[in-house]
Nanobody, 128 residues
Framework: QLQFVESGGGLVQPGGSLRLSCTAS????????IGWFRQAPGKEREAVVC???????YYADHILGRFTISRDDAENTAYLQMNSLKPEDTGVYYC??????????????????????WGEGTQVTVSS
């Protein structure tokens, strides 16, 4: 059974940090680029960041410098370290497994249709 499970969400004050994880079972993470997306209430799902198979990273402009993506293929897990969180970062965070990608350019990484497997998401709430 193929599963992709996110964890690590919660309630945090503005300026705080969270570390999200997504762990794959039933398939090998090292066959895929991994993307993190988020969806705020009443809004469409938007891309946050993606990491390629050779650890190139692609960030949305509104995230650059605050979030860091990483992967541990031996653990079949990807991570999203989120610092300096803002209320507008609130939403459900999803990870997706995309195609195998290497190199500094991944056209279309921001499109959710580029990703084949998705987790159920983890809620992040930034509020005082």
């Amino acid at each position: 059974q193929l599963q992709f499970v996110e964890s690590g969400g919660g309630l945090v004050q503005p300026g705080g940090s969270l570390r999200l994880s997504c762990t794959a079972s039933g398939f090998a993470l090292d066959d895929h680029a991994i993307g993190w997306f988020r969806q705020a209430p009443g809004k469409e799902r938007e891309a946050v960041v993606c990491i390629s198979n050779d650890n190139n990273t692609y960030y949305a402009d509104h995230i650059l410098g605050r979030f860091t993506i990483s992967r541990d293929d031996a653990e079949n897990t990807a991570y999203l370290q989120m610092n300096s969180l803002k209320p507008e970062d609130t939403g459900v965070y999803y990870c997706g497994a995309g195609p195998w990608v290497a190199g500094p350019i991944f056209p279309g990484w921001e499109r959710s249709g580029a990703y084949r497997y998705w987790g159920e998401g983890t809620q992040v709430t930034v509020s005082s």
